[in-house]
């Protein structure tokens, strides 16, 4: 026969103090990775929140420049679509006719009409005379537009298109890779040709516009000169 002694039931304050031993460390692990999750989200956020209040700030000019050329936007340049907050524009790339690299940030200190344009379509080509004749009119230290072709193949067609039409203001920009246009694409700003972004002197777009336009009629003339705050 053995004399054990039974254990004694621990106290209910006795068994509060053993869940708080073993529970209470998991509670702190979890409250600390909630926080340090908090802190993450906050400081992304935070970051989000400077970046664009600093491109916010860099746009102010094109803020303006966008309240001026809205009330414009009729007629024929009624599907230019007008940012009521312009944020920098894609800095794409594209070719001088010589050969050289050159970014639309490259531009900046002037208001720039870029306008994606191929052979092979026909509205591009018909409104090609009226974007000579806008740069003609317009184009020198406060503006210009900067025509980009993306054919990819016989490049020789769209230097004899621009000689057969008497294009004479237009400098011969040209991106035979055509990424300029699919980058524009990735950023939800180009779905066909032409397609047409108004950006101003601070490097910001104020406006695109998809299909043709006029852009030597008065009321073109007048967006114009509303972007460039003349």
């Known amino acids: 026969m053995t004399n054990e002694t039974e254990p004694t039931p621990a106290t209910p304050e006795e068994a509060r103090?053993?869940?708080?031993?073993?529970?209470?460390?998991?509670?702190?692990?979890?409250?600390?990775?909630?926080?340090?999750?908090?802190?993450?989200?906050?400081?992304v956020m935070k970051g989000q929140e400077r970046k664009e209040t600093a491109a916010a700030d860099a746009c102010l000019a094109s803020q303006a420049a966008a309240a001026r050329v809205a009330p414009l936007a009729v007629g024929q340049l009624a599907a230019l679509s007008v940012r009521k907050a312009p944020k920098p524009a894609e800095n794409v790339s594209f070719r001088t006719p010589d050969g050289a690299t050159k970014q639309i940030g490259d531009f900046k200190g002037r208001a720039v009409l870029l306008n994606l344009w191929a052979t092979w379509c026909v509205p591009c080509r018909q409104e090609m005379p009226a974007l000579d004749r806008l740069q003609e009119k317009a184009g020198g230290k406060s503006f210009e537009v900067v025509a980009v072709n993306i054919d990819t193949s016989r490049l020789d067609k769209p230097k004899a298109?621009?000689?057969?039409?008497?294009?004479?203001?237009?400098?011969?920009?040209?991106?035979?890779?055509?990424?300029?246009?699919?980058?524009?694409?990735?950023?939800?700003?180009?779905?066909?040709?032409?397609?047409?972004?108004?950006?101003?002197?601070?490097?910001?777009?104020?406006?695109?516009?998809?299909?043709?336009?006029?852009?030597?009629?008065?009321?073109?003339?007048?967006?114009?000169?509303?972007?460039?705050?003349?």
């Open 17 to 43: 103090r053993i869940i708080r031993r073993l529970i209470l460390p998991h509670v702190v692990i979890v409250a600390v990775a909630a926080a340090a999750a908090v802190a993450v989200v906050l400081y």
């Open 161 to 230: 298109f621009l000689d057969e039409i008497g294009v004479r203001s237009l400098v011969r920009y040209a991106d035979p890779s055509a990424d300029v246009f699919q980058a524009l694409k990735r950023a939800g700003k180009a779905l066909g040709l032409p397609t047409t972004l108004l950006i101003g002197a601070d490097g910001c777009e104020i406006g695109v516009m998809a299909g043709p336009a006029e852009w030597d009629s008065p009321e073109a003339l007048a967006l114009v000169k509303a972007a460039i705050g003349g």
